[in-house]
């Protein structure tokens, strides 16, 4: 074992959770702290890994960004011909993880991914600059090229033939993650970390649990 990486490590010990200060709604306890990760100021406070399963049952982790969310779900955008794409085709089941490490907070949210509606996606991808919107029709994202030579020559052909005008391309959309479990995870001083997680029963109520860290 290399001892200049496993004596790297850090104490939390900024804040603390227990299940009287959370919210009795999970969606609540998210706009709570992610209020407050946004007045931290925190770099892309919207990042956060996807992570889904393959048809073989093999994992797959990648960074996303959160668009919107509410009571049914969190929202984010992508290629549907993508490998998640691909992957949420063919298992719904997903888990979504935000890590804050200025605030020494995670929170994990697992549950099922749906389509979002055509209308919800239009929305989001009017909004985009005009470049960002070619980059949808350029990029065979996931897919093996042979130089980025051809995504400039697609960017470049695309530019060409919508000019400002870049309609949505049918294989662009958004995903909401319904969730089912949501965990809060605060760091605490010698790994004896706060985890508070919600699980959400058949009949829309939320049950909290405190777990072992």
């Keep these: 074992m290399k001892k200049e ?12 959770l227990t299940e009287q200060d959370v919210a009795t709604n999970a969606i609540a306890q998210f706009t709570r702290w992610w209020d407050e990760a946004v007045k931290s100021e925190i ?9 889904t399963v393959s048809d073989k049952g093999i994992p797959a982790a990648r960074i996303v960004l959160l668009k919107d969310y509410d009571e049914n779900g969190f929202v984010f955008f992508t290629n549907y011909n993508s490998d998640k794409g691909m992957q949420l085709a063919a298992n719904p089941h997903a888990t979504l993880l935000f890590f804050w490490k200025e ?6 949210i697992e549950g099922v991914a749906e389509k979002v509606s055509a ?19 350029s990029s065979p994202q996931s897919r093996v090229i042979a130089n980025r030579e ?11 033939e919508f000019g400002e005008n870049v309609p949505r391309p049918e294989h662009w959309g958004g995903y909401r993650i319904k969730p089912a479990v949501i965990e809060f995870w ?13 699980t959400l029963t058949a009949e829309n109520n939320w049950v909290i649990e405190r777990l072992a860290p």
């Design 150 to 160: 051809i995504l400039e020559q697609n960017v470049a052909t695309y530019a060409n």
């Design 103 to 108: 605030l020494e907070r995670q929170i994990r």
């Design 186 to 198: 605060q760091g605490r001083s010698s790994r004896l970390h706060d985890r508070i997680r919600y």
């Design 119 to 137: 209308a919800e996606s239009d929305d989001y991808f009017y909004s985009r600059p005009v470049g960002s919107r070619i980059g949808a029709w």
């Design 5 to 16: 990486i496993a004596d790297i490590r850090k104490d939390y010990q900024l804040e603390s």
């Design 43 to 51: 770099d892309e406070v919207n990042a956060m890994t996807l992570a």
